[in-house]
């Protein structure tokens, strides 16, 4: 008697389905573009039908929404769960910088210039890129306090200073993922110095010294 093929997805309550959409979805944005995001697209990167992505997702937009809140949200959390490892302050800053400052294309980068673009045309992705925006402003201005309190930073308006320096990441992004205006500083050179100024730390202060060279 022959076997009867097993079904390729076992069953698993809805909540848990869904999130197994939306982390495929966010692994299709970050390899290929927020704009591949598609049932079709979803469903290759899951080996399940179509139809059970649009059960859940009944327009691509809201797809693509949690796609892209998903993985910059993991990418965030990532970051500064990294950052929070430091002994103080100055440091988590500088291993901050030091990790987000680069003239070098990475899929995170290219998503954002992603969702940029479509946010000028859909409003549930501007909305989510706001919401990621002012998350990402939260975190960081909680690190610049925290410097702060801690006597480690001066600086009269956080608030402020937090705004520019992730306004001047955002212009760097879109710079390095097409490729143009580069070569003509040491970027992350430059933009940490620039952050040792405002916040009244000495040159070297946000650099982290360079991994050493394996032994031949």
């Not at 022959?2 to 869904?18: G, H, I, K, L, V």
């Not at 573009?33 to 697209?41: A, D, N, P």
């Not at 402003?137 to 200073?161: K, M, N, S, W, Y």
């Not at 390095?176 to 952050?195: H, M, P, Q, Y």
Request: net charge negative; with cysteine; aromatic share 6%.
């Amino acid at each position: 008697m022959t076997q009867a093929a097993r079904p390729r997805y076992r069953r698993m309550p809805p909540e848990q389905r869904r999130q197994e959409i939306v982390d495929g979805a966010a692994r299709v944005a970050l390899t290929s573009g927020l704009e591949s995001v598609t049932y079709r697209s979803v469903a290759e990167e899951l080996d399940c039908a179509r139809g059970l992505v649009h059960h859940y997702f009944p327009s691509v937009e809201s797809l693509e929404v949690e796609a892209f809140a998903t993985a910059v949200a993991a990418d965030l959390e990532a970051s500064f769960a990294q950052a929070q490892e430091q002994p103080d302050a100055a440091a988590a800053l500088g291993h901050l910088l030091n990790h987000w400052v680069s003239e070098d294309p990475e899929p995170h980068k290219t998503l954002w210039l992603d969702a940029w673009c479509q946010a000028t045309r859909k409003t549930a992705i501007r909305e989510a890129v706001d919401h990621a925006m002012r998350a990402c402003h939260d975190r960081f201005l909680q690190l610049l306090q925290d410097g702060i309190e801690a006597g480690l930073f001066t600086h009269p308006d956080p608030v402020a200073l937090a705004w520019q320096l992730l306004t001047a990441l955002d212009g760097l992004i879109v710079h390095s993922s097409i490729g143009v205006n580069l070569g003509i500083v040491d970027v992350r050179t430059t933009f940490i110095r620039s952050a040792e100024d405002a916040l009244g730390l000495p040159e070297g202060a946000l650099s982290v010294p360079a991994a050493p060279e394996p032994a031949s």
